[in-house]
């Protein structure tokens, strides 16, 4: 009785002693209070004569450890922070940076604090923050939305941290370089082209975020190591990986989401086994003698990317509405098989640097740019692949050589069903390839592209060229070359490229707008021979009409008309 008698005489007094309370509301007429951090308090768009108009008066006024309150309102300013100091916002949906050059905020101190703000109006190749060469800041609670790049740019900063904060609308959410340790966490990123875009940067946190909706990536990690993404949410975008070496492909990636299906990443294994498993997107990274088959993947980034592995087999997938279908990525030996990839923003098939590899039996449709593109890419072999309706067909781009695309079935393609720009010693082989909508069946461009043979396909209905060629060497033969809207075959110096030396020998010309035409350099020394034209029936030299550059500067030119000749036309159509 005695303790409860006590207890309640020190409640009373307890409460009759008087509490010290802190409105920043309250203090809106104040100039500056002590904070709790030992600094000064100042205010910015108060009503009182003692506030500051401005964030950047505010700030220029401040010392280090100092805090900076800001009233609700629009200020149109692009601040400097050169200084350790606290940035508070009244309400972070009505207290707003509007950049007025550049950036909202360009962070050059360090162990800033900056919180409740939306951020907007960051212009072209500029951002809504800039966080350059500066290390333990803290930004939190804050919105970027419609900035004109990024949200947050990180250049040579480490170990600061983006918590909770909502990035809308940008082209890239957050960007890193050349930024190590730092943390991105429970943050929303949505609605931009990439979410987060690290590059050459190492040792870095992704956890706990929502990132959705990008056009691009979720998250893109380039030339960068050991960076951690794990527990975060991904919807209609998922993960790239991109380098030049393996380290760059090995991070800490789990836990993760896609659609509601895991996101798969596996490195340095050997003899998986993936197959009729549920998966929003798989990476596989330095793997061996493995097995990807019997996978529905829908609404990610990139379907399947392969990095640095050899003899895997992906077959029998259905890969949809992803940024790109499958990335190969200095990968050799692998198979390619069955499978079934549609309506991809980039590629549906992409090789690079990636040597003997078979593409065989794959229908790609409807992707926006090519069905199939290798780079830097040698001895693979394209086969018996249907390509239809892509933004273009097979493409055989820089430094690919020694392909073989033989087989394919190839129509109803945008710019091109087969095109060499760049690559040496390719075979083109007994392809159908019809009814490209605004270019050409087939093409080779580049003065660099050399030596490849187009041979025994059926080149028809395309609505403009049937084979258009540039380069120097290559050999054209035995092809029906049939119903081309504009010209069958095309020999062409298009912006000052070389089209010489090569051969158009035993093909079948045959009722094509115009079946043979050039613009070519003089003394380009190609050749025709022993073609069948549909329009000649005599045994003399067939002329070709065309037009010959006598002279040729950067966007000017002196053209006369030329005539080339098949020198023995054939009277009857091959077989």
């Known amino acids: 009785m005695k303790k409860a008698i006590i207890v309640g005489i020190v409640l009373i007094l307890l409460s009759s002693i008087p509490v010290n309370t802190y409105s920043y509301e309250k203090t809106k007429e104040a100039n500056f209070m002590n904070g709790s ?28 450890g100092d805090t900076i309150f800001v009233y609700s309102g629009t200020y149109n300013e692009s601040v400097i922070i050169n200084k350790s100091i606290t940035l508070i916002g009244e309400n972070g949906d009505t207290t707003i940076i509007h950049a007025e050059k550049g950036y909202a905020i360009n962070l050059t101190g360090s162990l800033v604090n900056i919180e409740n703000f939306t951020i907007i109006n960051g212009r072209w190749e500029d951002a809504g923050m800039i966080i350059y060469k500066s290390m333990n800041n803290l930004i939190s609670h804050c919105k970027f939305y419609k900035n004109e790049w990024s949200g947050i740019e990180i250049y040579f900063s480490n170990k600061n941290r983006i918590l909770n904060c909502t990035f809308e609308s940008n082209i890239v959410g957050i960007e890193l370089r050349y930024s190590f340790n730092n943390i991105v966490s429970n943050c ?17 946190t992704i956890s706990n975020c929502r990132i ?46 896609i659609n509601g299906l895991p996101l798969i990443y596996i490195k340095n294994e050997n003899n998986i086994i993936l197959k009729n498993v549920k998966a929003g997107e798989i990476i596989i990274v330095n793997c061996r003698y493995s097995e990807i088959r019997n996978i529905s993947i829908n609404n990610s980034g990139i379907g399947i990317e392969i990095a640095y592995c050899n003899n895997i087999i992906i077959s029998n997938c259905n890969i949809s509405n992803t940024y790109e279908g499958i990335l190969l990525l200095f990968s050799s030996n692998n198979i390619l098989s069955n499978n079934y990839i549609s309506q991809s923003n980039e590629s549906g098939i992409s090789l690079n640097t990636c040597d003997n590899n078979i593409i065989i039996g ?16 040698c001895y693979n072999n394209i086969s018996s692949n249907e390509i239809t309706e892509n933004g273009g067909g097979v493409l055989v781009f820089s430094y690919s050589d020694y392909n073989i695309v033989y087989g394919n079935y190839v129509a109803k393609n945008n710019l091109y069903g087969i095109s060499i ?50 380069g120097a060497g290559n050999i054209i033969c035995n092809n029906n070359i049939s119903h081309n809207t504009q010209c069958g075959i095309y020999l062409s110096s298009f912006l000052g490229t070389d089209c010489k030396r090569n051969v158009i020998k035993e093909n079948n010309f045959i009722e094509n707008g115009v079946n043979a035409e050039f613009d070519v350099k003089l003394l380009s020394l190609n050749i025709w021979l022993r073609n069948y034209w549909s329009d000649w029936r005599s045994f003399f030299p067939k002329p070709i009409h065309g037009k010959c550059i006598i002279f040729s500067m950067p966007m000017f030119r002196i053209r006369i008309p030329w005539l080339n000749f098949d020198w023995m036309p054939s009277l009857t159509p091959y077989k």
């Open 37 to 64: 951090n030992n600094g000064k308090t100042l205010y910015v768009g108060g009503s009182g004569p003692n506030n500051y108009t401005s964030i950047q008066d505010a700030i220029n006024a401040a010392n280090n």
């Open 188 to 204: 929303s990123i949505s609605h931009g082209g990439d979410g987060i875009n690290i590059m050459f940067s190492d040792s870095n």
């Open 212 to 257: 959705y909706k990008n056009n691009w990536d979720g998250v893109s990690l380039e030339g960068s190591s050991n960076n951690k993404v794990t527990n975060n949410v991904f919807v209609s975008n998922g993960i790239s990986i991109g380098g030049n070496k393996p380290s760059h492909f090995i991070h800490e990636i789990y836990n993760n989401t």
């Open 362 to 377: 794959n229908r790609v449709a409807n992707t926006y740019n090519d069905a199939i593109f290798l780079w830097d890419s």
């Open 421 to 470: 720009q760049g690559g040496s010693f390719n075979k083109v082989m007994h392809n159908v390839v019809r009814e490209s909508k605004y270019w050409c069946g087939i093409s080779t461009a580049k003065s660099w592209t050399c030596n490849n043979i187009i041979s025994y396909n059926e080149v028809m209905y395309n609505n403009w060229v049937g084979i258009e060629i540039e």
